[in-house]
């Protein structure tokens, strides 16, 4: 089992900047993707970024040039470094772990919220 733990949301002025931090712990295979979902009131979970173990990293279109997704591999950490914050951009943020292994199981963080408030 894999348990993830975030923090760093809060609220925060439309051009500001948050960090977002999550540590895996448990029985983590060496080979995963790990990655931060959002979900907005109505809307559908969508993935904002994610990394793989190697360093490979994909991004939604909405968030290029103003985030930034990183990991520590030692630590089993994965950070998004938000920027350029727009009102948009609020959402609960969960952090998600893909393992390497088939059945490629998903591990999800509790959530964590990023409002943008004026």
């Known amino acids: 089992q894999v348990q993830l733990v975030e923090s760093g949301g809060g609220l925060v002025q439309p051009g500001g900047s948050l960090r977002l931090s999550c540590a895996a712990s448990g029985s983590i295979f060496s080979i995963n993707t790990m990655g931060w979902y959002r979900q907005a009131p109505g809307k559908e979970r969508e993935l904002v970024a994610a990394i793989t173990s190697g360093g490979s990293t994909n991004y939604a279109d909405s968030v290029k040039g103003r985030f930034t997704i990183s990991r520590d591999n030692a630590k089993n950490t994965v950070y998004l470094q938000m920027n350029s914050l727009k009102p948009e951009d609020t959402a609960v943020y969960y952090c998600?772990?893909?393992?390497?292994?088939?059945?490629?199981?998903?591990?999800w963080g509790q959530g964590t919220q990023v409002t943008l408030s004026s």
């Open positions: 998600n772990l893909r393992d390497g292994r088939w059945p490629r199981l998903d591990y």
